[in-house]
DNA sequence: TATACCCT
C-alpha cells in the first residue's frame, strides 16, 4: 500500500463545506487528520474519547465518496462495527466478516486473500486498539496495493487479548504517518475525568475533589469494598445524579472472580436491585437467575436475532442482529412458551428463546474488558490487589474513559498506586517494532 | 494467572 492520492484537489474547500454542513468547527490538528488520510496510503489517528474521531472519520468518508472513491468501514468487535454503522450511516462489518470469514469443521478460512481481494479504494478501520496481528495479517493480506487504509484507536485503551500489540507498534515504528488528537471535546474543560485520565497515563495519582467528577473512597478490606459498592449504586448515586441505578450506572470489575469480581457482585446486586420476589417471574440456567427486570448482556453476536423496534421514529420496524457487549432488560418471562422478552438498547424487544441462554449474563456488573467502546453517565470500580496482569493504568484509564458524568472508584490506596505504576501490558514480545524499523522502510505494511 | 475476539 504506497498509493497517495494526489488527485483529490481542494481538500480544505471540502473540510470546509463539512463543517459548515455539519454546524462545526474542526482544529488545525483535527484538519491535520483528515488530509492526512486523504493524502496518504497509509494513515492513523489516535485519540481518546471525546477527540473526534468519528466525525473525522465522516468527514474523510463523505470527501472520498464525493470522488468517486468505493469506502469500506470495518471494526473488530461485533458491537464496535454496529457502532461506526449508527454513526456514520454506512455499511459497517467486523473485520472477519468483511473478510468473509468461513468455517468448517474445525477449519477457519478468509475467502478474501491475496488471490481474491477487497475490491475498494478505501479501508477505515475502528477501534485499532482491539486489533490483534492474526486479523491484522489477513486484512492486509486481502488488501491491494491500490486500496487505502486509514486505521483509527485510542492507543491507550486496553491492548488486543490476542497476539501482538498492533497500534502501539506502528505508532513507536514511525513508518505510517499519524496523527494524535489529544484535545477532548466532549466533557467540559473543567472535567476532572479527563484531567485525571490524561494524569494516569502519565504515571501521577488523580486530583480528588470534593463535589468534583471525580471520586476515590477508601476502604481496605473486600467485604468492606462490596457493601460500599451496594450502597452506591442502590441508594447513593442515583440520589446525587437523579439516575436509574440499571441504566446510568455501571460497576466495571478488572476481573470475574473473587468477592469484588464480576460474578459475585451481579449476584450481589441483583439481591438488592431486583430480589425475589412471588410476584416476579425467573428463570434458573445453570449458574444463574434470571429474573424480570434484571439487566443482562449479550455476549456473542447474533446476526439473525429478530428484534422489533418499540420507541422512537422507527417503531415498529423488524430488524436483526443483537450484538456481543449489547444490553437489555428482562421484561417477561414465558417458561411454558420456553422464552423471555428482552428490550436492548432501550428500544429493540427480543423474544428470547431459551437455548439461547448460554450466551446471556448478568450484567449489572461486568468486566473492564467488555466494557470497552460503551459509555455510561457514571462508573464505579473496585481497586484491590487482584492478578497482576489485570492491574495496569491502561485497565484503569479504560475504566475512567468509560463515565461521561462520573467516576467512583473504591479500594485500597495502594492497589490504586501500583496501577497507575504497572505499564506491563507493553511488554509483548512482538517482533513487529523490529521488524518495521529495519526493514520495511519502502515496502512499509506488506509484510504485516 | 487472567483478560477475551471472530463465524455458521
Not at 454506512?90 to 474445525?106: G, P, W
Not at 479504494?121 to 486489533?131: G, L, R
Request: net charge neutral; proline share 3%.
Amino acid at each position: 500500500m504506497v498509493k497517495e492520492y494526489d488527485d483529490i484537489l481542494d481538500i480544505d474547500e471540502r473540510i470546509f463545506e463539512f463543517e459548515k454542513k455539519n454546524n462545526i468547527v474542526f482544529s488545525q490538528n483535527q484538519k491535520k487528520a483528515i488530509k492526512m488520510a486523504l493524502t496518504q496510503g497509509v494513515s492513523l489517528i489516535t485519540g481518546g474519547p471525546g477527540t473526534g474521531k468519528t466525525t473525522i472519520i465522516k468527514c474523510i468518508i463523505e470527501i472520498f465518496e464525493q470522488e468517486g472513491k468505493k469506502v469500506f468501514l470495518c471494526a473488530p468487535t461485533g458491537r464496535a462495527a454496529k457502532r461506526m454503522q449508527a454513526a456514520c450511516q454506512k455499511e459497517a462489518k467486523t473485520i472477519h466478516r468483511l473478510l468473509e470469514m468461513t468455517v468448517t469443521d474445525s477449519q477457519v478460512f478468509f475467502q478474501k486473500g491475496p488471490n481474491n481481494p477487497l475490491r475498494c479504494d478505501v479501508i477505515i478501520v475502528d477501534e485499532m486498539s482491539m486489533v490483534d496481528s492474526y486479523i491484522m495479517y489477513y486484512l492486509l493480506s486481502a488488501t491491494k496495493d491500490t486500496t487505502g487504509l486509514v486505521l483509527v484507536g485510542d492507543k491507550d485503551q486496553l491492548p488486543s487479548v490476542g497476539a501482538g500489540n498492533i497500534l502501539k507498534d506502528l505508532i513507536r515504528s514511525d513508518v505510517v504517518p499519524y496523527v494524535k488528537l489529544t484535545e477532548v471535546y466532549r466533557q467540559s474543560e473543567d472535567s476532572f475525568i479527563v484531567l485525571n485520565a490524561h494524569r494516569i497515563n502519565n504515571g501521577e495519582f488523580p486530583h480528588l475533589q470534593k463535589n468534583s467528577d471525580f471520586y476515590f473512597i477508601q476502604k481496605n478490606s473486600q467485604e468492606e469494598i462490596l457493601k460500599t459498592i451496594v450502597e452506591l449504586v442502590t441508594k447513593k448515586l442515583p440520589n446525587y445524579l437523579s439516575a436509574d441505578p440499571l441504566t446510568d450506572i455501571q460497576v466495571l470489575c478488572p476481573s470475574k472472580k473473587g468477592i469484588v469480581g464480576m460474578y459475585n457482585i451481579n449476584k450481589v446486586l441483583q439481591q438488592y436491585l431486583n430480589p425475589k420476589d412471588g410476584s416476579k417471574k425467573e428463570v434458573v440456567y445453570k449458574e444463574n437467575t434470571f429474573r424480570v427486570g434484571d439487566k443482562v448482556m449479550q455476549i456473542k453476536n447474533n446476526y439473525s436475532l429478530e428484534f422489533t423496534i418499540i420507541e422512537g421514529e422507527e417503531k415498529g420496524k423488524v430488524s436483526t442482529g443483537i450484538f456481543n457487549g449489547d444490553i437489555g432488560v428482562i421484561k417477561d418471562i414465558d417458561r411454558a412458551g420456553g422464552a423471555m422478552e428482552i428490550v436492548f438498547d432501550d428500544d429493540k424487544l427480543v423474544f428470547y428463546d431459551f437455548s439461547l441462554l448460554d450466551d446471556l449474563e448478568l450484567s449489572y456488573a461486568m468486566t473492564v474488558h467488555k466494557s470497552q467502546g460503551s459509555e455510561f453517565r457514571c462508573i464505579v470500580m473496585p481497586v484491590v490487589e487482584t492478578y497482576p496482569i489485570l492491574m495496569t493504568r491502561n485497565l484503569l484509564y479504560t475504566a475512567v474513559t468509560r463515565a461521561k458524568e462520573l467516576v467512583v472508584l473504591v479500594g485500597k490506596k495502594s492497589a490504586l498506586e501500583y496501577m497507575i505504576a504497572n505499564q506491563k501490558e507493553a511488554m509483548r514480545y512482538s517482533a513487529l517494532y523490529d521488524f518495521l524499523k529495519r526493514k520495511l522502510k519502502d515496502t512499509q505494511l506488506q509484510a504485516l
